[in-house]
Structures are given as C-alpha cells and as structure tokens.
C-alpha cells in the first residue's frame, strides 16, 4: 500500500515579482508571508509530523511518498500531478486555519483525481473541528487528531488489513449512523518509542536534502532543524500547539543520548554545522539540558547548536555549560512587561531574571532573540504601556513583536468567541501576521499597532547608542560572515526588507 504524506503550497500573486504563500507544517504559528517568486521563503521550519509519521509508516511496512511543496516551490497543479502519477491509496496532509477552505477544496481536487484514494487530514485545525469537516466535505475520508503519528500509522495498518477503524483511538470517521470519533488517545509517551525523523525523505522523497530547510535565526549553514522535547508546562492562553496538538498534556523529552545521537548522524551524513532545536520550551528542564551539554562535550562533538527556550529555568551555570557545549543562541518568550498579564498566562517569568539572562549570554558569546505579544486577553493601555517600556530597555540581540491572534482550540479563542469579541469567523483572516479578528475589551489594536512600531524604533535607537550592544553585534556579524557567506545573508536581508516595505505599503 502506497501512502502520500504532504506539505501543500498555496501561492498567491501581489505586486511585481512578488507572492504571498502560507507556512504551514512546522510552524507553530501559521501564517503568511511575502516572498520573489521562484524563490525559497526566508523562513522554512522542518515538517517535524510529517517526517516523523513517515518513519513510523515505513517502520509498518508501508510505501511511503513525501513532498513540502513549500519547500520545494511546487505548486498546486504540480503536486496533483505528482499524486496522480505515484497513484497512492492514501493521501494524507495537515491544516491550518487560514487555509482551511483551501485544504478542503484541495481534497476534493483530490478525490475527483484519483477517484480510490482514501483522504486523511491532521493538524491543528482539524483537531478542533474534525466532526463538522467530516459531515460537509464527502472528500474527507478521516480525521487523525492531536499529536497523529501514531495514530495515522495505526489507521493505516488498519485500512491496509481490513481492521476496524473504530478501534483506533484519535481519529474521527464515518460510520452507517453518521460521523464518530474513536476514543482519545494518549499522548507518546516515552518520546523515545518514535522512530528517528525522516530527514532522509524531505523537502521530497524524490529529493532529499534536509539542509534546504532554515530558521533566521541560525548563525551557521547547513543549520538542520532537531526536536529534544514536545510540550510545555505554562498555561499561555494564545499557545497554539500545547493546548491543540498536545491537548495540555505533559512535558516530555527524548533521552540526552538518543538526542546527541542524532546530532552526530546529522552532522555524519548532512555536514550540519549548526542543530536548531525547535521544541515548544528546550531549557523546561535544567537537569535535561545540562544532561545534553554534558554528553555533547563528552563525545567531542563540535558542533554549534541554538535552541528555542525560556529565561525562566536558565542559571549563569547553566548558560556557561551551553556555551562550553557549542550553544550559540538562544530565542525565548518574554510575551508581556506586565507582571500581572504573566501571571494571568500562568507564565512564572521574572522579569529582573530576563534581564540577566540576556546579560549571562552577552557574557558567553550566546545570541538572543526574545518575543513579546501585544493585546494578550487581560492586557490593558496600562499593561501595553509597562510591556512598551520593558521592551525599549531590553537587551537581547534582536527581538520581534507581535499582535495576538485567537486560533480556534486555544482558551484565548474560547473567551473571545464567549465575550462575544470575535470580528469575524472567515477562517482566511486568522493569519499569524494579521490583527483585524478580534475586538479587544481593553484596548484599540490600531493605537497598538502603531505603539508597537513605535516602541521597535525606540529599541533599536537605544541600542545603537549603546556601545557594548553594539561591539556584540560586529562580533555576530562577522560569525555571520564566516557561517553564512555575504551572498546567503544579503539573500535573506533583501528578502526580509521587501517583505516588510511591502506589508507597511499595504497598512492604512
């Protein structure tokens, strides 16, 4: 039995040479950007379900085909061409919400196509909705919910060997007296039972190179992107992932030997000279991320390595043992200035500890790029105003500020859809980069908008003026230079630039 598993690409054409198309699979945050056409996004996260639900139906026994169209610029009528010559009996793909109409008309270009092929959807926004999917769109065979490796393989053994599908848990399907959904399913638990990702499959089956995929942040090439751990413990209100895809479950890591194991096989067969280390929080756990850099410099392994974390378990220790280790950055969450805004996210941060995070890896030579939300639900001007101020005297190395958007299945959505504060439901607007779906009680996210590109000029003011930030930011540059090459990083800047000169074109 053959299996399709898929990224899709959508491509819409703007102004010039430019064209807005959607991050999907990998990305926690789905939303769109703005790139040349013909060209690679400037951000291109590893599909970590995809790749991994690979491993685990080929360790079934399954033939498995695998295609990120985002990745490899393939188009919409390439990729049914593609499904129509590989003449799968499955295909199977995640969602998002801001293009849910299009994956669901996509699925019927599918059926249409291949008439047997039996269509299966994950990810975040058909978990939330899988019974109201499954009774409109007749395309639509199943539905795998939550965290779906297990359960996509599960399902697949089934179909292949004519089982009950009623008896896997995590789905959602249709039965003689209407749609159903079999019982829920726990979460993998201990991570360690996952076969290792498929990074020999992806962006294409037909053409592996992992490499291709990258995250701005990265200060080397090839930079490949690893999990070490999936879920959080806090309890942030607008998290989309822990509370859709891991249900609020638990934290869990992969043991630090499998984890350095796989940093060698990457490094062996890719030539990795950076691991990202994209999970949900990496440094939850000091004990586990002490635990890594100390099996990392056991093996002698040389290698740079970053991670997105938080400031909220790191100690001046524990930041030097990274750096020994061959930690070169950092990113994590500061999300709000407002003490009581985190304390409302059930994020115990201390806002004094951020500040010397940021100072303790300065000290290391350990990049930092730190987050914050605007128009979180319990914000007001006055906690905007604490978070704007917070922010113009922050520290790290870069930082990126953004407005809060309610995805269905998070408790931010929840109370908004309650409170009756929902502008509107057509899915296309819930777009990470957007901010017109939600009428705040507290406050007017146009003044927020322009308050946030007012505090990021002020930011980036005072740090020009300071010259320790400054001396840090020459030394970045040249590790830049030596990691990346001049031609890759004016690549990515003009490729930043047009994005964002063309999005503040488009603003009122």
Known sequence: MKIFLFNPLYLFPLDGQLEKYYIRSGSRWPHSGIKRRGALPHYLPFPFFLAYAAA?????????????????????????SRIEQENPDIVFFETATPTINFDLELAGRIKRKSGSARVIMGGPHSSVYPEEILASREAVDFVVIGEYE??????????????????????????????????????????????????????????????????GFCQHRPALQMHASRGCPYKCDFCLWNQVMYANGKYRMFSAGRIVDEMERLKKRYGAREIYFDDDDFTIKAAQVGAIADEISARGLKIKWSCMGDAINLSRELVEKMAASGCVGIKFGVESGSTRVLKSLGKPLDLDKAREVVNWCGASRIRTHATFSLGLPEDDMASLKETLTFLEGFNADSIQVSICTPFPGTRFFRRAEKEKLLKTKEWEKYDGKASDVLEHPSVDLGVVERLRARAIRRWLLRRALSPSWVAKQVYYFFRLLRGLGAVFIFSQLRSVIEEELFIAKRKP
């Open 56 to 80: 685990c139906l080929k360790k079934e026994g399954f033939d498995v085909v695998t295609c990120d169209c985002v990745a490899m610029d393939m188009s919409l009528e390439a990729l049914l």
């Open 150 to 215: 297990e359960s996509l393989a599960e399902l697949a053994v089934a179909l292949r060997d004519s089982l009950p599908v009623s008896a896997v848990s995590g789905i959602a399907y249709r039965a003689e007296d209407g749609v159903k959904l079999s019982g829920p399913r726990g979460l993998i638990d201990p991570l360690d039972k996952l076969p290792p990702p498929a990074h020999d499959m992806f962006p294409a089956s037909w053409l592996p190179d992992p490499g291709i995929y990258w995250d």
